[in-house]
C-alpha cells in the first residue's frame, strides 16, 4: 500500500510583507492575531479567512502579542510594550453590502517602556477576581530595564513596577561577563510567569518565574516573602531549582497549560523536558529532567497543545515537527515554509467564549447568524489547527488528524 501523501495546509494567510516573528490564537478560536519583522500586526478571522485588523503597532520587529480580556498586547523591539483596544469580527445585517468591510485599527489605551535587547518576550499572568483593583488586574513579566540578565514584573493597567531586577541575588554567578556585570548564565532568552496556591495561606498564592539563558540554563524563581507585595534589586526572590540541558542558547521555551511541565529548544539537536511538580522536591535537578535526542538540530519555536500531550517544533530548515510529549516519539512532519519556521500556536481544544463581546439591541439575532456561519463539525475542526509563521512572512493553517494515545 503507498505512504499517503505528505500534508498540506488548510489555508496560507499573506497578508505580511516581512518575516512573521509571533502568532497568537484567541481563547474562542475566532482570531490569529500574527506580528511581522516590520511591527505590523494583522489579525485574522478564523471563519472568513480574511484579515479583520492590521496596523503599524511598532517601529521595529514584533516580540509577542496576546488578547487579554478584550484588549491586545503587543511587544515590539521598538522598546515598547502597548495595549490596545479589543478587535471583533465585523457585524454583517441582513441586506448589508456584500462588499468587504474596511480594516480596523484598534486605539492605543496605554504604552510601557521596556527592555527588548535579548528578543525576550513578555509574559502575562492575569488575577484571580478576589485579588483585582482597578490599577492590578494583571501582572506582566518582561526583561529587567537597565539588565537583560534580570527580570522585572509589573502590574497593568496600573503600569506600577512590584518587583525589579530578579535574579541579581543569584549567588552562583561570581564571572563576569563581558560588560563588566556578575553574570553566568547570560541574558534571558524566555520566561513564564506564575503562581501557585500559597502552602500556608487559603486566599493566597505565591510568583513563580521560569527563565531560559543564554548559556542553556534554565531556573525557576519563587518570590518567598509574606511581609512585602513590593520588592527591588530581587530581593525576596530565590532560585528554588537551576539545571541546564541545552549546550546552546535557549531559543524557545514552554510551558504546559497545566503548568507541570515545560520543554525547551536551542540550537543544539536537544529538546528539554522539565518536570515542574517533581523539581522542587529532588537533591538533584537533573533527576526530574529529561533530555531528547534528535536528528534535527536548529529549533527556534515550540508549542504545546491544550491537553499537553503534543508538541510542536519550528525548524531553521523551515519545517515542523510533532511529538508525543511524554515519549518523545515522533508523530509527523510539516513542511511549508522554505526557511525558518519562526512562531506556532495551537488553536484551542475547549474555546472560552469571548469575555467582553460588544452588545447591541439586535445582538442575539446577529451571534445566531454569526453561529449559522460554522457547522458543529467546522468547529470541532478547527480546535485541532495548528499555525506556523516563518521567514518566508507567510502564515500557514494547519489541520491535524485525531492522534490516538501516545
Not at 16 to 28: E, F, G, R, Y
Not at 188 to 202: A, D, E, G, T, Y
Not at 272 to 280: A, D, P, V, W
Request: hydrophobic share 35%; aromatic share 6%.
Amino acid at each position: 500500500m503507498s505512504a499517503p501523501p505528505p500534508p498540506t495546509p488548510k489555508h496560507l494567510i499573506r497578508s505580511h510583507a516581512a518575516q512573521v516573528n509571533v502568532l497568537h490564537i484567541s481563547a474562542d478560536n475566532e482570531r490569529v492575531y500574527s506580528g511581522d519583522a516590520a511591527g505590523a500586526v494583522v489579525v485574522t478571522s478564523t471563519r472568513t479567512l480574511r484579515a479583520i485588523a492590521s496596523w503599524k503597532a511598532h517601529a521595529d520587529g514584533l516580540l509577542g502579542v496576546q488578547e487579554w480580556e478584550g484588549r491586545v498586547i503587543t511587544h515590539g523591539r521598538d522598546n515598547k510594550l502597548h495595549v490596545w483596544g479589543g478587535v471583533s469580527e465585523p457585524v454583517r445585517t441582513l441586506g448589508s453590502s456584500a462588499a468587504l468591510p474596511g480594516l480596523q485599527t484598534p486605539a492605543l489605551c496605554y504604552s510601557l517602556d521596556v527592555n527588548a535587547l535579548n528578543y525576550c518576550r513578555f509574559s502575562l499572568v492575569p488575577l484571580v477576581e478576589g485579588a483585582r483593583t482597578e490599577e492590578r488586574q494583571a501582572l506582566l513579566a518582561v526583561p529587567n530595564l537597565v539588565e537583560s540578565a534580570y527580570a522585572d514584573i509589573w502590574a497593568l493597567p496600573g503600569k506600577q513596577r512590584l518587583h525589579a531586577a530578579i535574579g541579581k541575588q543569584r549567588q552562583d554567578a561570581p564571572a563576569l561577563d563581558g560588560r563588566g556585570v556578575p553574570n553566568a548564565v547570560g541574558i534571558i532568552m524566555s520566561m513564564h510567569l506564575s503562581s501557585i496556591p500559597h502552602p500556608n495561606v487559603p486566599e493566597r498564592t505565591r510568583l513563580r518565574l521560569l527563565c531560559g539563558y543564554e548559556n542553556g540554563s534554565a531556573t525557576m524563581w519563587g518570590y518567598t516573602r509574606d511581609d512585602k507585595e513590593v520588592s527591588i534589586e530581587g530581593m525576596g526572590w530565590e532560585s528554588l531549582w537551576t539545571v541546564r540541558l541545552h549546550v546552546e542558547s535557549v531559543m524557545a521555551m514552554t510551558v504546559s497549560p497545566d503548568g507541570s511541565f515545560a520543554l525547551s529548544v536551542s540550537a543544539d539537536h536537544l529538546v528539554g523536558r522539565y518536570n515542574i511538580h517533581e523539581l522542587e522536591s529532588v537533591a538533584d535537578a537533573k533527576d526530574a529532567c529529561t533530555v531528547f535526542k534528535t536528528k534535527h538540530p536548529g529549533n527556534g519555536s515550540i508549542a504545546i497543545r491544550d491537553d499537553g500531550r503534543i508538541c510542536a517544533i519550528g525548524g531553521w530548515d523551515g519545517r515542523i515537527r510533532l511529538y508525543s510529549t511524554k515519549t518523545f516519539k515522533p508523530l509527523g512532519t510539516l513542511s511549508y515554509h522554505k526557511k525558518n519556521c519562526q512562531c506556532l500556536a495551537f488553536a484551542h481544544l475547549r474555546p472560552q467564549p469571548f469575555l467582553t463581546a460588544p452588545s447591541s439591541p439586535d445582538g442575539d439575532a446577529a451571534e445566531e447568524d454569526d453561529e449559522d456561519e460554522m457547522t458543529e463539525g467546522e468547529k470541532s475542526e478547527r480546535t485541532r489547527w495548528l499555525v506556523s509563521g516563518g521567514q518566508d512572512s507567510r502564515v500557514a493553517i494547519w489541520s491535524l488528524m485525531h492522534f490516538g494515545k501516545s
